[in-house]
Antibody, heavy 118, light 108 residues
Framework: QVLLVESGGDVVQPGRSLRLTCTASGITITSYAMNWVRQAPGKGLEWVAT????????SYAESVKGRFTISRDNSKNTLYLQLNSLSADDSAVYYC???????????WGQGALVTVSS | EIVLTQSPGTLSLSPGERATLSCRASQSLSDTYLAWYQHKPGQAPRLLIYSASSRATGIPDRFSGSGSGTDFTLTISRLEPEDFAVYYC?????????FGPGTQVDVK
């Protein structure tokens, strides 16, 4: 069974940090770029960040640049998203997705809920 | 940055009817790096169409995509009960990658 499973979602206070983890099973992610995409309550999908297969190239949405860091550990088939300086606008379900060779994503996780509230 | 707009915002139709969803890009998409996703509450987005017109594996042939340049269309030929959902277009060719705001297809 193909699975991407996000973990680490939580309720945190504004200004605090959180790390999300995406673990893959049944598929390999080591040869693929990976994405984080989020959906705020009542809003649409928003691309957050992408990391190349080897971790050398990273790109971010302007809304998170300088606060979020995407990383990966291919030995563990795992993707991470470090979220710093969180604000209420970062409250969302965060999805990881494998970016296939041509750039679209077939495989997605079920999402991790991050709520930023005092 | 490429901005995607979708119309209409909401489409109210009955099962068996035809749905036509539009997506317009603020600049031409090179090599038609345009996908369509279906998204239901509590579920992961589901890839329907990639490269503007190629159906993803396992997607029924009632779903079809067309278009190039800046104008793209997703057509659902005959709506089934399970097709009522939100549909997003997504450009994945130029970073920052972007999604359209979505079209909600609901039951009339």
């Amino acid at each position: 069974q193909v699975l991407l499973v996000e973990s680490g979602g939580d309720v945190v206070q504004p200004g605090r940090s959180l790390r999300l983890t995406c673990t893959a099973s049944g598929i390999t992610i080591t040869s693929y770029a990976m994405n984080w995409v989020r959906q705020a309550p009542g809003k649409g999908l928003e691309w957050v960040a992408t990391i190349s297969y080897d971790g050398n190239i990273k790109s971010y949405a302007e809304s998170v640049k300088g606060r979020f860091t995407i990383s990966r550990d291919n030995s563990k088939n795992t993707l991470y998203l470090q979220l710093n300086s969180l604000s209420a606008d970062d409250s969302a379900v965060y999805y990881c997705a494998r970016r296939d060779s041509w750039g679209y994503s077939v495989y997605w996780g079920q999402g991790a809920l991050v709520t930023v509230s005092s | 940055e490429i901005v995607l707009t979708q119309s209409p915002g909401t489409l109210s139709l009955s099962p068996g009817e035809r749905a036509t969803l539009s997506c317009r890009a603020s600049q031409s998409l090179s090599d038609t790096y345009l996908a369509w996703y279906q998204h239901k509450p509590g579920q992961a987005p589901r890839l329907l169409i990639y490269s503007a017109s190629s159906r993803a594996t396992g997607i029924p042939d009632r779903f079809s995509g067309s278009g190039s340049g800046t104008d793209f269309t997703l057509t659902i030929s005959r709506l089934e009960p399970e097709d009522f959902a939100v549909y997003y277009c997504h450009q994945y060719g130029n970073s920052p990658y972007s999604f359209g705001p979505g079209t909600q297809v609901d039951v009339k």
